[in-house]
């Protein structure tokens, strides 16, 4: 299948405004012309990917590593695009890189998450991007810091780019976790709510670091509404120059998309509005009563606060707050709350007793 530039750029610009799920795949990064053809055919093959991604500059933590095979890389990914009529998607994160990503009809830039959280980066693909049309998707900083997300989205806007998107692929952080990168949802889901307009693509790949879980990871995406995923694939994934553990086949990926319940934001039954409006509404009726309670619980905290400092002891007993959390713990547990949750809640709660406290002592 071949498309001219002007039916390429409307395909493009249907399937970033309407097609949901947006799925974007292909290799960490492009390694030899075989293996960046055979992706793309095997991909198209499936039926169920919408654009190809490939890595050419690759960002690599530690020197000595494959950094990416370059612009001989682009001539790849322009005959892939040809073979298989499937727009293209690469990470720029230099004026010379998007200057050549260009010069081989990339279809949408996107910027990687080490060039986020760099704002004279963010700058100069921005600057090399003015007066050019054309989408570009910005990953989430390594960092999770939502300012730098969203200063990296003002630059790219700033400089014209009408469609930009956002790409969840977690964060960073020290020592092993369950996740190469903690997906860290709530900071991707307050990034949504900020930023209803644009499309949010969920990078399960780099979340997880393994294929074991990119499933489960993916699925969760969906579930919290997301408008596509990007996910890598190789022919021979355990010999993947980069990122070798967490890419799929193009054949298991198809699995994977098949295996994922895909559910709607909003249906348009009654049945199920009623229904939902019902539960909801037992929803605010609880947080209500949660508000109450809590507002008790810190009326009792004042009185604790009032005692103290008329027999002068400190506000902070380790003991006592020890006990507290032990007991939440385990009556938590047996309710089928989370250790995590059960953690950050006594943490705000305790927060909020000590300056209630504090407010008493010092007055
Ligand atoms: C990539 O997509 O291959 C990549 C380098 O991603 P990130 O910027 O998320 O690390
Ligand atoms: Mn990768």
Redesign the pocket.
């Known amino acids: 299948m071949q498309a001219t530039d002007q039916t390429m750029k409307e395909q493009v610009q249907s399937l970033w405004t309407s097609k949901r799920p947006l799925i974007i795949s292909g290799p ?1 990064s492009a390694e030899t012309e075989s293996q960046m053809l055979e992706t793309a055919q095997r991909l198209a093959a499936t039926g169920k990917v919408d654009m190809l991604r490939a ?1 050419i500059w ?2 690599r933590t530690r020197p000595g590593m494959f950094e990416g095979i370059g612009v001989k890389g682009l001539p790849w990914l322009l005959q892939a695009k040809k073979i298989t009529g499937l727009p293209t998607t690469v ?1 720029v994160a230099t004026a010379k890189q998007v200057e050549d990503a260009l010069s081989f009809d990339v279809d949408v830039l996107w910027i ?3 060039t986020t959280v760099n704002p004279f980066s963010v700058q100069e693909v921005a600057d090399a991007l003015r007066g050019v049309d054309i989408p570009v998707l910005i ?1 989430n900083p390594i960092n999770p810091d939502l300012e730098l997300w969203t200063g990296a989205v003002e630059r790219v806007q700033k400089a014209g780019i009408k469609q930009v998107g956002l790409i969840h ?1 977690g964060f960073s952080s020290y020592g092993n976790s369950e996740y190469r990168n903690a997906p860290m949802w709530h900071l991707a889901i307050e990034m949504k709510r900020r930023n209803p307009e644009l499309p949010i693509i969920c ?1 399960p790949s ?1 979340i997880s670091g393994r294929r074991d879980i990119l499933q489960a990871v993916s699925q969760k995406s969906v579930d919290l509404d997301y408008d596509g995923l990007m996910i ?1 694939s190789h022919i021979d994934p355990d010999n993947a120059w980069s ?1 070798a553990k967490q890419q799929i086949t193009p054949e298991r990926l198809a699995e994977l998309l098949n295996d994922i319940v895909w559910r709607k934001e909003d249906v348009n039954s009654e049945e199920y509005h009623a229904a939902l409006e019902k539960l909801r509404q037992q929803i605010n009726h609880l947080d209500d009563e949660l508000m109450q309670i809590l507002a008790q619980r810190m009326k009792v905290a004042d009185k604790i606060g009032q005692y103290k400092k008329e027999n002068s002891i400190t506000i902070l007993q380790t003991n006592r707050w020890n006990e507290i959390l032990e007991r939440a713990f385990k009556k938590g547990e047996a309710m089928g709350l989370s250790k995590e949750f059960i953690t950050k809640y006594y943490d705000a709660l305790h927060m909020e007793s000590i300056n209630h406290q504090n407010k008493i002592m010092n007055d």
């Open positions: 960490c890595g690759k960002p990470e990687g998450a080490r990953k692929r990078d780099h890598e990122d």
